[in-house]
């Protein structure tokens, strides 16, 4: 039997199911460091950067990664050099990109979603936009826009009105109804809705007992998270009509198997990509065998299997 | 410098010797492209082969020493990550992601003082080799805690060594801060001497503010928590006098100048 | 220097720190089950059984348990017999233990916390009284009190009125701010806080990708979830006046001390317990030369270190 | 039932031997005391010894074999526990709690129908030793999915042996569910043969509706997850007539009349 991986996300269509997690793969870097030309052959099926602000942030103060149990807990803070910079210096590389570019934005203030939104519309080098609500918000005091139905609709809304363009929301987990958070993302006009950000999570030092993060607190990712995650994307792919990036913990090919059957459309890898930067290769091969082996042609014919 | 211009290559290698330095352990790698491409200064990102996912990352680690076809790895095991790697058994397989990161830059023409803290001596064992080699006068000091771990100095060929352990177990008692500005005297006529060190924060620290005070250059290898090595997750950064600076790509090696102090 | 394990939860003098998650321990098979004589060297510092409710529980149906990453997922369903049969057959034999016995209880009306703590407020054997406010609420149509400060608050307060014991209210971390929650359990009369439950997951079957557990979706616990656990522990401990007890992934020697540096007066083990159920005696002598190595001579210098 | 009175202890214990038994594998264990108290159908909690948490809880094993103060178990490799367990070499250590569980009761009299599928087959033979040293007339109806797990049918000694595989690769092609009530029929004055059942939940179905069918008793030994082993979690829970049953301390081994089948 011959396995088709292709899938789409509304109007894009993607090689294979496989895309990277905002702020896990900066392909400009990774093209200089490793021997592989990504601009010929990229691994993923289409790309999506590091989060942008309207300002520049310097990001959290170091340290900002600490290993836990089968996790990674990280605070950068979404350290960028700003959206100007990001289009006027990173967009015209990532244009040469055999893939669709997915451009990520936060705002520290809710109309800077709409800024943002409105200055990346015209942009051609981009397919889509993902917002990724999970920003500290100036207005909130810090608290994410993305920590309530409300304050999601809102942002999505601002970024609607702006952009005509493929519009993905990033959900956070830290919540305590994910679903009627995507049910506002989609009300406001969200074409897609990808998750999980990272989890809340805190590491103290092991010898001086006092938090390590710079930032105290930090985000919870890699397989320890992995159930968290495929819960939150049963229930909202059950939930909303719109359809779903599936991310938390993909590691193996088993793993982007059970996303896609949990019902997302496609998945994303973090985590998995500081193991290997190129594990996502091996996990779209071992999907099509894995797919083959269970007799499933398609992404179609798996994503909600488990429904 | 002269690194950081060679690309990274992800390889399984075997691991072919196993044994103890003291309180560390020293593993020898079949790694025949990064024995031949590697820089001293330069790292690895390196994990046990295979799918178990903790440690989920791989670790840090400095080229240590490179002897034909093997490269060295000089191990303290603080934590999970080191100690997996550390108990690696020969035949044992570890996956191995470098040659990584700018290292040291050798140009100079002045005497090297090589300055190493605990762990931190690792890097230098090749990077002394090398200076000598390019006819370097090389001074190293080498500090330790205790007599364990003093046992690695005893790597160190052909160069002048003063060593020191904290508990006056071996060598002198006390700091490498401590002897390190007598070394850094200029003779007459010829360049100013040099540093390279590797060590502790707090180590490190002395040594920029000592090459502050006797005008002389210094070159740091940084240790930071890293996840992915290779510029994309923005985990390593470093105050630089202006912004934040990528400890995976922009060093590990910097100049103490284009660091911020406090 | 001579290490002092003893601690406090107000009135309840415990030996040292470490006691048992409600529902990993059941000393009453253990003891049958088990070499070691239970009730003549008791390994944890208080007993808290499973949670009980007013009317038996058959529980989930199976299966009821997976193992993820460094966690595991369970759907138990708070299976009890009911408080009478806990009350007439468990309690008496409870009694003879050498520890202070707290009881656990759940209610799926809201007033049953009220009836529950009436039930028990007479009975000499409970040093406590632990809501557990994560059971499914009927009148919620299954959704728990405890996702919401004001659920919480209105069991809390049943309780509260029905009993003068300790009264132990244990928080689920599956909401957006677990630190409201708490204040909300504290201003309702609380004089100590648990936490934190189980975090929300799900896993597939690796083959036919449909949901393992027979209940869908279940908790998450372990090692996997002790940076959300540190977190909850350093935020509430910080926020509300009440000794908090923490658990969530605690195995070591090491994770206890975190635990307690997070700002918790005791630690509970769960899942550890699963691993090796006597477990507990290396975490309690591990607990004092790890303290003992960092010149920290008692657990009230230790608790809230980390702040 | 005469097994489950024997107090449980946790044990570390050695792997002395570790052989492949076509797909499965077989470990040997330094555990005297065990070796003394299992009674067969009992089990154990075993994993890998050390603080390595992937896997993190241990997995329910039946013992398979004694000899002398070697304790056997044969391990089908289906996930990351069983893998973990599987790959453990000679020299390494288990942790492993027990004897748990209440085993087979091998107190009848009549001819013992011994029926095994796949894995299943792991504590029978354990079981089948015991039934012929009581005298006991023995068939055993063992099924695998193909031949490579039928190598395990090699294990079994002195008993009469049906072997099947549901690809046809070795023995008759079929499921043990076939020829088993043809092993049923009670002869004139003899008392009524008896089954011992282990293996994939299909199975035991099958086995305990032709039980009842048949009029003859059959004890199976249940298969379900685990995380305590000790009666702690309620995880392990099976369909009872009236009630949930913990497989753990009222089963593994149950008689098919004392549980729900649907
Ligand atoms: C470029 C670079 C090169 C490096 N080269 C080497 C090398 O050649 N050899 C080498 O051994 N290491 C090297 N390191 C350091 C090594 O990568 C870290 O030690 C390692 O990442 C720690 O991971 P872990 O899992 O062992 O410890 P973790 O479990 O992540 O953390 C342990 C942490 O606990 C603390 N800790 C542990 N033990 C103690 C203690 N006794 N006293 C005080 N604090 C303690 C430390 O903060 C340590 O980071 C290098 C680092 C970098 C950035
Ligand atoms: C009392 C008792 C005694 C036991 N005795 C033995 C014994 O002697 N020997 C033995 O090997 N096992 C025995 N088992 C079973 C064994 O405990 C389980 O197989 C084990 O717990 C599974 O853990 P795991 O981590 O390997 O698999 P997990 O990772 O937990 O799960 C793997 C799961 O995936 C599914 N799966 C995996 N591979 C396949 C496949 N190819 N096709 C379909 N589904 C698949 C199965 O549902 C399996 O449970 C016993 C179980 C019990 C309850
Ligand atoms: C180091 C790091 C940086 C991240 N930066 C961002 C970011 O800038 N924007 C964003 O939307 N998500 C960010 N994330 C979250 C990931 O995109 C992803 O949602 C999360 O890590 C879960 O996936 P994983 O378990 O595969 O890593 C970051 C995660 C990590 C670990
Ligand atoms: C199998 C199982 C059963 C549990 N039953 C209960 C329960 O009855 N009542 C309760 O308050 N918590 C229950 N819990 C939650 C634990 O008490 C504890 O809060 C949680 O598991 C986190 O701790 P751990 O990571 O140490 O297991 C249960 C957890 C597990 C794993
Ligand atoms: S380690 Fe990831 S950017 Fe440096
Ligand atoms: S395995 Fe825990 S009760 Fe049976």
């Not at chain 1, 993607?14 to 052959?41: C, K, M, Q, Y």
């Not at chain 1, 999506?48 to 900002?64: D, I, M, Q, S, Y």
């Not at chain 2, 390279?196 to 005008?215: H, N, Q, S, T």
Request: proline letters at 7%; a negative charge; charged letters at 20%.
């Amino acid at each position: 039997m011959a396995v088709n991986l292709k899938t789409a996300l509304g109007p894009l269509e993607l090689d294979h199911p496989v895309i990277n997690a905002s702020g896990t793969f900066d392909v400009l870097e990774a093209d200089t460091v490793l021997e592989e030309d990504l601009f010929a052959r990229f691994p993923f099926a289409a790309y999506v950067p590091k989060t942008v602000t309207l300002a520049p942030r310097a990001g959290n103060a170091p340290p900002r990664l600490y290993e836990t149990s089968a996790g990674l807990l990280n605070s950068i803070g979404l350290a960028n050099r700003g959206i100007e910079a990001f289009i006027r210096d990173d967009l015209p590389r990532l244009a040469l990109l055999p893939v669709p570019v997915i451009a990520s934005v936060a705002g520290e203030a809710t109309e800077d979603y709409g800024v943002c939104a409105a200055m990346l519309d015209g942009r051609d080098e981009l397919a889509a936009i993902e917002l990724n609500v999970s920003c500290p918000n100036v207005e909130l005091h810090g608290r994410a826009l993305g920590l309530d139905p409300a304050g999601t609709h809102r942002a999505v809304s601002l970024a609607r009105e702006s952009t005509s363009k493929f519009l993905i929301v990033k959900l956070t987990p830290n919540v305590t109804d994910i679903v009627e958070v995507a049910a506002a993302a989609v009300d406001a006009g969200a074409d897609c809705v990808s998750l999980i950000n990272t989890v809340h999570g805190m590491v103290l030092d092991p010898w001086s007992l006092k938090p390590v993060l710079g930032n105290v607190t930090g985000g919870l990712s890699g397989p320890a998270i992995k159930p968290v995650a495929l819960r939150a994307v049963f229930l909202v792919s059950q939930a909303v009509t719109a359809p779903v990036i599936g991310m938390g913990g993909v590691t193996t090919a088993q793993d982007a198997l059970e996303f896609l059957a949990a019902g997302a459309s496609a998945v994303a890898m973090g985590t998995a990509s500081f193991r290997d930067p190129l594990a996502v290769t091996g996990v779209v091969a071992g999907l099509a065998e894995l797919m083959e082996e269970r007799g499933i042609g398609s992404v179609a014919g798996l994503s909600g299997a488990a429904h | 410098m002269d690194a950081g211009l060679i690309p990274a290559k992800l390889f399984e290698c075997q691991v072919a010797e196993s044994r103890p330095v003291g309180a560390y352990r020293q593993l020898a790698l079949v790694a025949p492209e990064i024995a031949y491409l590697a820089h001293p200064g330069q790292f690895l990102m390196a994990r046990l082969a295979g799918p178990a996912l903790d440690p989920l990352l791989p670790r840090p680690m400095c080229v240590h020493d490179i002897d034909s076809d093997l490269v060295k790895l000089l191990i303290d095991p603080v934590g999970k990550g080191t100690a997996a790697l550390a108990e690696a058994e020969v035949g044992d397989r570890l996956s191995v992601l470098g040659p990584l990161g700018r290292g040291f830059d050798m140009e100079g023409e002045g005497p090297a003082v090589v300055v190493g803290g605990g762990i931190g001596v690792s890097p230098l064992l090749l990077l002394t080799r090398a200076l000598l080699q390019r006819g370097r006068e090389v001074r190293c000091v080498l500090g330790f805690r205790n007599r364990s771990q003093a046992v690695a100095a005893g790597l160190f060929p052909g160069a002048a060594i003063d060593l020191l352990t904290e508990d006056g177990s071996a060598g002198r008692t006390g700091l490498v801060s401590e002897p390190l500005p007598g070394c850094l005297v200029r003779e007459e006529g010829n360049p100013a001497p040099e540093i390279f060190a590797c060590g502790p924060d707090a180590m490190l620290k002395a040594v920029a503010r000592i090459a502050a005070d006797c005008g002389v250059r210094a070159q740091v290898s940084m240790d930071t928590h890293m996840a992915c090595g290779i510029g994309s997750c923005q985990g390593c950064v470093i105050p630089g006098p202006e912004a934040y600076r990528k400890t995976c790509i922009e060093g590990p090696v910097f100049d103490t100048r284009d660091l911020k102090w406090q």
